[in-house]
């Protein structure tokens, strides 16, 4: 099946760029849904259809996605934004259609 | 606004059924565009999608699960439900309800708070 995969950790200052990766053969073919998990919550969706955003969520976070490997970026970073991150595709190739990311934990120091 | 709400057993032992059932509420679950699905996350570990279906029964299950899950629709409540049958330790997870909408190729926007279910004796 699909792999997708993310780096474990990354920290930001606050205020400062967050990029999270998310790697996969010819992912930029994928449509790529980012979610934010705080501790003890359910996902949220933070990022559909490599870079558009839901409803309420803030302009800060923004995607994009093209070859190998789609990012996710949070701009001007807060400390709120601490959390893991996971990317997600829909792999219609296989029978195993929804394909998660490995996650990333998101530091803020 | 979608709410999702998982109830059933928090303890399951070895080789027995594992049952949960999903209720959703603020809309409707006949929803020709909604499509709805079980999430788990092991404990400390990432996301794995397990099965998923829409109101008409058309369903999908993730291939190493295949052979124990079934996901099932009562329209008349407003819910659907998993079962998983000869559960192991490696079963143990806190199990999501979610909904999204056209095979979630928009993403999964709604899920439930998670319930946690130990597969123990």
């Known amino acids: 099946s699909y792999v997708l995969t993310q780096p474990p950790s990354v920290s930001v200052a606050p205020g400062q760029t967050a990029r999270v990766s998310c790697g996969g053969t010819?992912?930029?073919?994928?449509?790529v849904h980012w979610y934010q998990q705080k501790p003890g919550q359910a996902p949220v969706l933070v990022v559909y259809d490599d870079s558009d955003r839901p409803s309420g969520i803030p302009e800060r976070f923004s995607g994009s996605n093209s070859g190998n490997t789609a990012t996710l970026t949070i701009s001007r970073v807060e400390a709120g934004d601490e959390a893991d991150y996971y990317c997600?595709?829909?792999?219609?190739?296989?029978?195993?259609?929804?394909?998660f990311g490995t996650g990333t934990k998101v530091t803020v120091l | 606004q979608l709410q999702l709400q998982e109830s059933g057993p928090g303890l399951v032992k070895p080789s027995e059924t594992l049952s949960l059932t999903c209720t959703v509420s603020g809309g409707s679950i006949t929803s020709d565009t909604s499509y709805w699905g079980w999430i788990r996350q092991p404990p400390g570990k990432g996301l794995e999608w397990v099965a998923s279906?829409?109101?008409?029964?058309?369903?999908h299950y993730n291939p190493s699960l295949k052979s124990r899950v079934i996901i099932s629709v009562d329209t008349s409540k407003n819910q659907f439900s998993l079962k998983m049958s000869s559960v192991t330790a490696a079963d143990t997870a806190l199990y999501y309800c979610?909904?999204?909408?056209?095979?979630?190729?928009?993403?999964?926007?709604?899920w439930g708070q998670g319930t946690l279910v130990t597969v123990s004796s």
């Open positions: 979610a909904g999204g909408k056209y095979n979630w190729n928009y993403g999964i926007d709604s």
């Open positions: 279906v829409y109101h008409n029964g058309n369903s």
């Open positions: 997600q595709v829909w792999d219609t190739s296989s029978d195993h259609l929804y394909v």
């Open positions: 010819d992912i930029g073919d994928h449509g």
